[in-house]
Structure formats: C-alpha cells, structure tokens
C-alpha cells in the first residue's frame, strides 16, 4: 500500500465549477500538509500549506485535513481554464524533510 | 521571493555521455537541497538530499556513482547524469529548503532529459 493515494484522474469540469481534489494517507505520523499545482513540463509550484488538521481558505482555493480519517482535500471554486493542470497532495511528518508525493490528479476546466 | 532556477531546461544527448545539471536558490541561501525524478504522468520520486559542505544521501534504489551530487555552496547544487542511457530520459526537479524553515520546498522548473 502507498503512503499516499490519489486518484489520478483526468478530472474535466466546466468552467465555474466546484472542484474537490482528495487525497488518502496512511501514515499517523505526517503533520504538514501540502498541495502543489504543476503545469505540464513545469515544477510543482506550491498552493496551499497545512498544519495538522483544519480548513485553510486562500482565495478560491480552500484546504482541509482531516487527520481522523486521514483525509485531506482541495476545493477550487469559481474554476477557470487557467486552473487546469496537475495538483499533487503532499506530506511529510513533524521531524523530517522527506515529502510524500500522491501520485497527481490531472484537472482541466472546459471553458 | 525564494526562487529557484535550473539550468539547462531541457538536453538532449547521445548514450554514453555525462550531463549535469545545475539547481540554483536565486534571493535565499539552501542549506539543503532535494533532487526528484518524475516520469511522464507519474509523481515526483526523490533521488537524493544534497546538503551544503556534505556528502549526498541517496535514496534507496539510487545509484550514487551514477548521479553524482555536489552543493558547493549556500545556494547551489548540481546533478550530474554520468554514463547516461535511454532509461535516464526522465524530468529531473530540484528543491531547497528556505534555511530554518524546514517544512517548505521551494521547486525548481525542472530540467528534460533526453538521451538517445
């Protein structure tokens, strides 16, 4: 079993859509929570930054964890075109460096 | 701020060849620095942490006398691809840790290998 399951998707919505992205984990142990936003032959670019569990809203993107049930989750609302690309969950635990990347889910908003 | 660039973007080279890469903290120095692989539709894979003045610590699986990683200084680290063959085609991504602030990675663009 992987640390860290994603379901990969291709996910297509359109444009003005609610999006929810979700991730599973397996290890008790992660503390920060992330999600990245990688265009295609790009690097990640970092979205959205959680400590332990919670909601985190910036903008149109709203994060939430849910340790109970190792959980976590990305909303996009008011989707736009401009949002299609591939969004990685990530994780590492409280004392190391080491993240743990799902495996991405490829979205794209239709116009 | 904290960028990170990479140099080249993308090369192409024949099999036999060593290539290496550059990973470069442009406004901010990285006491560490992360190499990651990551294959067409696949997620990132972690290769190697280089830290400033030390030796590499490779991964599982890792060849390190085949990637061969230098962090000469606070802000940058190389990756060098020696003895390259068609299965090291892949998209190699670098990070750097913001120094103190160990929970935030800050990626590279990322570089396209292609080896024929």
């Known amino acids: 079993q992987k640390e860290v399951e994603q379901d990969p998707g291709p996910l297509s919505v359109p444009e003005g859509a609610i999006v929810s992205l979700n991730c599973t984990y397996s290890?008790?142990?992660?503390?920060?929570f992330m999600w990245y936003r990688q265009y295609s032959r790009k690097g990640p670019e970092l979205l959205m930054y959680?400590?332990?569990?919670g909601n985190k809203e910036d903008g149109r993107f709203t994060a939430q964890v849910d340790k109970s049930s190792k959980y976590i989750s990305l909303f996009i609302r008011d989707s736009q075109p401009s949002d299609s690309a591939t969004y990685l969950c990530a994780m590492i635990e409280s004392s190391a460096s080491k993240i743990i990347f799902g495996s991405g889910t490829r979205l794209s908003i239709r116009p | 701020g904290a960028v990170v660039s990479q140099h080249p973007s993308w090369v192409i080279c024949k099999s036999g060849t060593s290539v290496k890469i550059e990973c470069r903290s442009l406004?901010?120095?990285?006491?560490?620095m992360f190499w990651y692989r990551q294959f067409p539709k696949q997620s990132l894979m972690l290769m190697a942490t280089s830290n400033e003045g030390s030796k590499a610590t490779y991964e599982q699986g890792v060849e390190k006398d085949k990637f061969l990683i230098n962090h000469a200084s606070l802000t940058l680290s190389t990756l060098t691809v020696t003895s390259a063959h068609p299965e090291d085609s892949s998209f190699y991504i670098c990070?750097?840790?913001?120094?103190?602030?160990?929970?935030?990675?800050?990626f590279g663009p990322g570089t396209r290998l292609t080896v024929l």
């Open positions: 990070s750097a840790i913001l120094a103190g602030v160990t929970d935030t990675q800050y």
């Open positions: 406004d901010f120095q990285a006491t560490t």
């Open positions: 290890n008790s142990a992660f503390q920060y």
């Open positions: 959680t400590y332990s569990s």
